[in-house]
């Protein structure tokens, strides 16, 4: 058996668009699974594995020997904290398959995996829109006035001060940044992060009063001011915080004229960036119009579909067995069919796949479903190597002759 997982968007996506991956599976010989599917994990400094997005590929079910290679796509949602290489904050999609044990099924399944690492970008601070405005302070006879309270990296600050009382005034810029780690559930036990003091990013003082200004220039590597927060929605879940935030401030440092005591205060202040315009011009995978991984079905009308028809259902005490042919005019390679029943029209039972290599023009295949009390219909998923996706609802009551 051979996994092999690559995804379609070399190696990076935007918070708010999709990751798009390409699965292929190699059985050598005919296999049975529980599960497959992939997965988008993150890697930081939180004792708890974090999964922040799932796709299912393949249900519980038997597979002729022979390669199947199926496309899935990821959201990535707009609070998903993005890539922080500079706090361990990284990113894999990892594709998993699960199998029983083949010699002693009372031992623990195997899980096989196959991983990706994926840079997740932002298109912006998140603070862009916000309006600036002028900064006014007074305290123990020192006045500051700043023009502005947002900035971008690289650019000067200038701070114009009036004082009377002191004789040497100190301006730090300041950034205070960490990954946010919590569990409602267990207190601190998925925390392993370290509380970090506040870095300097820049610093200018002077004796000069009379001058009345100090310049404090924005690092052109400065990070931008966030806080990011994700939350699952998986209710075994619920009450899991996971983020990021980066905090910047100006911390005034002045010595009085007499008496030793110093005067100290912070002043908030915003660092943003300017939006990302770098897409390609030849494709855009992260286009807001692309919806899904690629389909040869996009914009094809409902007739060209028809490539399988069920020809008979038949059922006994135990199961159900469809009867299916390929009317199409391609031999079709690497097809699954998922079987789902409807219960009450409502209630979907648990799903039962079969994968066959190979599927010859006018050739029936004959799939099973076991049986369930009180189901109306079954729902019949079938896919192919060529990503062509067909759902077809079957009515149990109906004449499939």
Request: hydrophobic share 35%.
């Amino acid at each position: 058996m051979k996994l092999e997982l690559s995804d379609l968007n070399d190696g990076s996506v935007y918070v708010g668009e999709k990751l798009n991956v390409r699965t292929k599976f190699h059985f050598d010989e005919d296999t049975s699974i529980l599960w497959s599917g992939v997965r988008l994990l993150a890697h930081s400094p939180c004792l708890k594995e974090i999964q922040i997005a799932k796709s299912e590929i393949f249900s519980k079910g038997s597979f002729e020997a022979g390669e199947y290679y199926r496309d899935r796509a990821l959201l990535i949602n707009t609070n998903v904290v993005p890539t922080i290489k500079s706090r361990n904050l990284n990113y894999e999609v990892q594709l998993t398959l699960r199998q029983p044990h083949p010699l002693n099924p009372e031992e623990d399944d195997l899980l096989i995996h196959k991983t990706h690492e994926i840079f997740i970008k932002t298109k912006e601070s998140g603070t862009l829109n916000k309006k600036p405005n002028p900064i006014s302070f007074s305290m123990s006879g020192l006045n500051l006035m700043i023009s502005k309270d947002i900035f971008k990296p690289g650019e000067t600050i200038k701070i114009n001060f009036t004082s009377e009382v002191i004789k040497q005034i100190e301006i730090r810029l300041l950034q205070e940044a960490n990954v946010i780690c919590y569990c409602e559930a267990y207190g601190q036990n998925c925390r392993k992060v370290e509380e970090l003091p506040p870095a300097i990013a820049g610093d200018a003082k002077t004796s000069d009063i009379d001058k009345g200004y100090l310049l404090l220039k924005v690092p052109e590597i400065a990070e931008p001011t966030h806080n990011y927060l994700w939350e699952p929605k998986e209710k075994e879940n619920w009450g899991f915080n996971f983020g990021d935030y980066s905090k910047w401030f100006l911390q005034v440092l002045a010595k009085p004229k007499t008496g030793r005591e110093l005067i100290k205060f912070d002043i908030p202040i915003t660092i943003t960036s300017s939006p990302i315009t770098d897409k390609k011009e030849d494709i855009d995978l992260f286009s807001k119009a692309s919806g899904s991984a690629p389909s040869l079905f996009e914009g094809v009308s409902s007739k060209f579909q028809k490539i399988y028809k069920i020809v008979s259902i038949d059922s006994d005490l135990e199961k159900y067995r469809l009867r299916i042919k390929n009317i199409s005019k391609d031999k079709l390679e690497g097809v699954t069919v998922k079987l789902i029943g409807l219960q009450e029209a409502l209630f979907e039972s648990a799903p039962v796949i079969s994968g066959f290599k190979e599927w010859d023009v006018g050739e029936e295949k004959e799939v099973e479903y076991p049986s369930k009390q009180n189901i109306s219909a079954l729902i019949s998923i079938i896919e192919d190597n060529s990503q062509r996706s067909i759902r077809i609802q079957s009515p149990l009551s109906s004449d499939f002759f």
